[in-house]
């Protein structure tokens, strides 16, 4: 039963101890030691990590809000432990693969991976102590008020302990398999984010160890019983399993059960330079993920300790990485209540998305004639975005069209399908998907194969970068002339995400923008270096120069006495290059307002650093996900649109697009907003040196930005 130490697995993806950029994931290269800046202290940068947990224990305040509906709090405590299992698969798995390449250079914030590895791990059972102790002491007695009553074998009626046997006979030992643990059975592979039961026997013959997945991957976690009308009964599946284990153990006596769960490195590792096969590379690391290296182990408390010590043993993990619990694993299995549960009262009331009069009117292609035009999801429509490709799709004057695809939500996607018919009409259609895009990989192949069935030109992405822009283009006769029409957005073509993800869609058929994405296609699609684009900055060809640029010539505008301000809103400020520039303009007197829904590595309102600078968070029903940008450039306001972060991957390893927004109009709508989040003090925290919020004081009338922004969008519906 012996394996090899993990630091071996680990470093199997290294060629004769040099270690390539791949084998780290996206999560980051090589780190580095950033010398100070024109005299800005060394402890100026918070680490990206711990940013990132700052970010996660405000959703879990939503979690906690008693004026938060009750419903809405169990959903938020719920994408807490979805946003954990992803730091660890990710983040974490990083970190640790750092550490057993026996790297110790620090990052720009100094912290060395064996330093960041213990903070976060320690940041990591604060915040996952606080989920178990809120669900135990208010989330779950607040639902059995409601109603709502998640119960254990013990307080089941009879009537509901005969359904459970039943439900056990015919659906449920069918599917599972218990897994022995002696010298003929090895230790068995624990399934990723996979609840397992530990169960020890007892016979004639000594102890015994074995292992059963709980199938809640094809059966709901939480089982639903028959209960009195108005109330909604449940019992966890693992715990059906668990009262017959009787039936699955014949002639040994139980002597202990308990819950385990394993989170995995599911970074996705391809050496694209030497693949010969892009796709076909990524498939086989796709399978090959399934054999990623443990990085947490979620247990009972109730574990024996010599189970838990084999445990360690076989996969290899540090006591650092053990989280044990008492109560029910694996929160993000909660919003499976959430969908099941009808009790409207404890939900937030729905928000519609609103109509755009301007694309109403008329085709896409008239509207835009006639000008640009903005949609800002989900207050207002995906389905404008939907309908452009259909109508081009079916338009015979419509020639090509070409996109980029980063994610589309799988399945049966409205966008494929209208490229699909656009191509097996004879259009011209050309389509980057990009198949890395972590955790939809095999959606986007799926995607990218039933779009060559139709005729398309599939692009896989570029070797070394990930594709990120967000944009299409179509090419149209008209009369004696072509036409082109542009759509570009900070967010996916996922119409599913966009009923929760806020961004922004600007339709435009100004003839600069799309001579740039004309450009910018034939960068992605062929082996072309772009030209000096007249509108439009490319990352990784001088995005970054580009936002360097701007913010230096506001700390200019603020040397010379002229108006000088930068709101930023963006789901991450990392990059170290960008935070000095930022830090400089600040002492220079420039206004400097953050709006950060993510990682903040900038340290705001520390004097003689940073103290014009004044940065929030906002976390509410929708996620805030737009990238928007606002420079006072001495009194000539410019905003801009973005796809990319401001991160180090965004714009280095990355094709993105920043853009401008020219209309007045547009202009003056889009800042309009940004100061109307500046003002929120119902879901806003303002961010403290280290980047940990405090609720935004309230002075008058309650702001909520995400209501007023619907009922803004629901007025322009109107007329």
């Known amino acids: 039963m012996q394996r090899p130490v993990a630091k071996k697995k680990r470093l199997s993806s290294l060629s004769e101890g040099r270690l390539p950029a791949a084998a780290l994931g996206e999560s980051g290269a090589r780190p580095r030691v950033r010398s100070t800046h024109d005299g800005l202290p060394a402890d100026r940068f918070v680490n990206r990590e711990l940013a990132w947990l700052a970010f996660n224990e405000r959703v879990l305040e939503e979690a906690l809000d008693p004026n938060v509906p009750l419903l809405e709090r169990l959903k938020f405590l719920s994408i807490v432990s979805s946003n954990l299992d992803e730091f660890f698969m990710v983040r974490v798995a990083g970190l640790k693969r750092l550490i057993d390449a026996g790297i110790d250079t620090p990052f ?12 976060v791990a320690s940041r990591c059972r604060e915040l996952v102590t606080s989920q178990h102790r809120a669900f135990a002491s208010d989330l779950r007695p607040s639902l059995e008020r409601a109603g709502v009553r998640i119960l254990e074998l013990a307080a089941l009626s009879p009537e509901q302990r005969e359904h459970l046997r039943e439900l056990f006979r015919r659906t449920i030992l069918p599917v599972v398999t218990p897994l022995a643990l002696d010298p003929g059975h090895p230790f068995p592979y624990l ?31 939480f089982v639903r019983l028959p209960a009195p009308a108005g109330r909604h009964e449940f019992v966890l599946l693992e715990d059906v399993v668990r009262g017959h284990l009787d039936q699955l153990f ?108 301007a694309l109403d009117r008329s085709s896409t292609f008239d509207a835009l004639r006639k000008g640009d035009v903005l949609v800002h999801h989900p207050y207002q429509s995906f389905d404008y975005v939907t309908r452009f490709l259909r109508e081009a799709a079916d338009d015979p004057n419509v020639l090509a069209i070409k996109t980029t ?69 179509v090419v149209r006769r008209e009369e004696d002339e072509i036409r082109r029409y542009v759509h570009l957005s900070t967010g996916n073509y996922d119409p599913r995400t966009a009923e929760v993800y806020c961004d922004y869609g600007l339709f435009t058929a100004h003839e600069g923008f799309c001579e740039d994405v004309t450009e910018l296609f034939n960068v992605v699609t062929g082996y072309c270096r772009p030209l000096k684009l007249q509108h439009i900055a490319l990352a990784p060809y001088g995005l970054r120069e580009r936002l360097l640029d701007l913010v230096l010539r506001e700390r200019e505008h603020a ?161």
């Open 405 to 473: 695809l980063y994610r589309t939500g799988g399945g049966i996607s409205p966008i494929v399908e209208a490229l699909c018919r656009a191509a097996r009409n004879g259009k011209q259609v050309a389509v980057l998907m990009e198949l890395k895009a972590r955790f939809d990989e095999q959606a986007n192949i799926e995607g990218a194969r039933r779009l060559e069935q139709a005729g398309a030109h599939v692009i896989y992405g570029l070797v070394g970068l990930k594709t990120h822009v967000k944009a299409c283009l």
């Open 250 to 357: 014949h002639g040994y006596e139980v002597v202990s059960c308990s819950s385990i769960r394993v989170t995995r490195d599911w970074d996705l590792v391809i050496d694209e330079e030497s693949a010969g096969d892009l796709l076909k590379s990524i498939e086989e690391g796709i399978r090959a993920r399934r054999q990623g290296l443990a990085v947490r182990l979620q247990h009972d408390v109730s574990l024996p300790k010599a189970t838990l010590e084999v445990l360690q043993r076989e996969l290899a993990l540090e006591p650092d990485d053990l989280y044990g619990f008492e109560g029910m694993l694996a929160f993000s299995d909660l919003l499976d209540i959430y969908n099941s549960v009808e009790l409207p009262q404890h939900k937030e009331p729905p928000l519609p998305p609103q109509r755009v009069p």
């Open 191 to 221: 399934l990723n984010r996979t609840l397992c039961l530990v169960v020890t026997l007892r016979s004639s013959g000594g102890q015994a160890t074995a292992f059963i997945h709980v199938p809640s991957t094809v059966l709901p976690r």
């Open 559 to 719: 040397k010379a006495g002229r108006p000088s301000r930068i709101v930023l809103q963006t789901n991450g400020i990392v990059d170290p290059e960008l935070v000095d520039e930022l830090y400089l303009a600040s002492r220079a007197g420039t206004k400097i307002d953050l709006i950060v829904r993510g990682i903040c590595c900038l340290r705001p309102g520390v004097p003689g650093l940073s103290e014009t600078v004044r940065a929030i968070r906002i976390v509410d029903r929708f996620l805030e996900h737009a990238r928007a940008f606002m420079f006072a450039n001495g009194g000539e306001t410019e905003v801009y649109l973005s796809s990319g972060d401001w991160m180090p991957r965004n714009l280095d390893r990355r094709v993105e697009a920043l853009f401008p927004v020219l209309d007045p109009a547009l202009r003056n709508e889009i800042a309009s907003r940004l100061e109307l989040q500046l003002r929120d003090d119902v879901k806003a925290s303002v961010l403290d040196r280290d980047v940990r919020g405090t609720r935004a004081p309230r002075t008058g009338t309650p702001v909520r930005s995400q209501l007023e922004l619907w009922a803004l969008a629901n007025r322009l519906a109107r007329g």
């Open 108 to 119: 720009f914030d100094g912290l060395t991976p064996v330093q960041c590895y213990r903070a």
